[in-house]
């Protein structure tokens, strides 16, 4: 379903970044994720690494801005943005979700 999206907005000449964000909010779709208190948006371009932090709540397809993203993290494809992220997609993590997309949540010392 994400692909199809995704492939529809790019034959459109929508230029993005592909990521996924994690939220226990309930964000409507074509609204802006924009940062927190600490000034930065994080995410992963790889559904086998995300990040749990809060718990269960919803997986989120984003596009962003190439000129905003910051590597934060190479070897789990994390990154912060310093923006607005805009939501293209959204799914409700469920057991039976998070197996059919094959979602793996990353382990790491500061997770």
Not at 5 to 20: A, D, P, Q, S, V
Not at 25 to 35: A, L, S
Not at 73 to 99: S, V
């Amino acid at each position: 379903h994400i692909k199809k999206i995704i492939e529809f907005r790019e034959k459109k000449g929508f230029k993005m970044i592909t990521g996924f964000h994690v939220s226990p909010e309930n964000f409507r779709v074509g609204n802006y994720i924009h940062p927190g208190q600490e000034g930065d948006i994080y995410f992963s371009t790889s559904i086998e690494h995300l990040y749990l932090g809060k718990g269960l709540g919803y997986i989120y397809a984003i596009e962003c801005s190439s000129k905003l993203m910051k590597e934060w993290d190479k070897n789990l494809n994390w990154y912060t943005l310093k923006g607005q992220m805009k939501i293209i997609d959204k799914i409700k993590m469920t057991p039976e979700t998070i197996k059919t997309l094959g979602v793996k949540f990353a382990e790491c010392e500061y997770s």
